[in-house]
């Protein structure tokens, strides 16, 4: 029969934990994206009230662009990308360019660096051509991007932006996630505080580099 002295020493030794695992700092993070990137980028940024736009060929998404951009006066949309403004004209989309934005102005039209999947951001930097301002400035946010331009996580961004300008990264990089927003005043959520109040993707998924 066991004394008190070993039934203590017993129920102390069975109390004891074993020594916990050791992380594997070289695994994984996140889980891996089980599905098309450009379908989990849309469900990524569709949480956070942006809009995702899936076209299957740049002509469809043009069209699509055109209508949703239609009532809108040709002086309130602003787009100053070279590439992006012979596209516009292409597709006959009225819009104006300018280095002086409209108090006014209705809608920004810029592309972007990469889309993260994961988060449903929108890498964008200083040296698209678009200036600072039209990321921000603008009532309404339209990015038009290519397929081949979504990545899965942040990390695949940062690296591919590093490879892109090799020589000398932009001054500016930024990500967008969604509209702006807020909710410091009365913990009310308050749509387009510090920037556009809607912030809509473009996807042409039928583009091959």
Not at 55 to 60: G, I, L, M, P, Q
Not at 147 to 159: R, T
Request: one cysteine or more; charged letters at 25%; a negative charge.
């Amino acid at each position: 029969m066991a004394s008190a002295r070993e039934d203590i020493l017993n129920k102390l030794k069975s109390a004891i934990h074993p020594e916990p695992e050791k992380p594997d700092f070289d695994a994984p993070v996140y889980f891996p994206i089980e599905q098309p990137l450009e379908l989990a980028f849309k469900e990524s940024l569709e949480k956070v009230n942006g809009s995702v736009h899936l076209c299957a060929s740049e002509t469809e998404l043009y069209a699509e662009l055109k209508s949703f951009l239609d009532g809108i006066q040709k002086e309130l949309i602003v787009c100053n990308e070279s590439d992006l403004k012979a596209k516009l004209d292409q597709h006959k989309i009225p819009f104006t360019s300018t280095d002086q934005l409209p108090h006014d102005l209705s809608v920004g039209i810029t592309s972007c660096e990469y889309l993260v999947a994961h988060t449903g951001s929108v890498m964008v930097s200083s040296a698209l051509g678009s200036g600072r301002r039209l990321f921000v400035f603008p009532e309404i946010h339209v990015v038009i991007a290519d397929k081949n331009q979504v990545v899965p996580y942040l990390e695949e961004a940062y690296s591919a932006i590093r490879k892109k300008y090799p020589e000398q990264l932009p001054s500016q990089i930024s990500l967008l996630t969604g509209p702006s927003r807020t909710a410091d005043i009365e913990k009310t959520l308050v749509m387009g505080a510090h920037g556009p109040r809607e912030f809509h993707v473009f996807i042409n998924q039928n583009f091959n580099k």
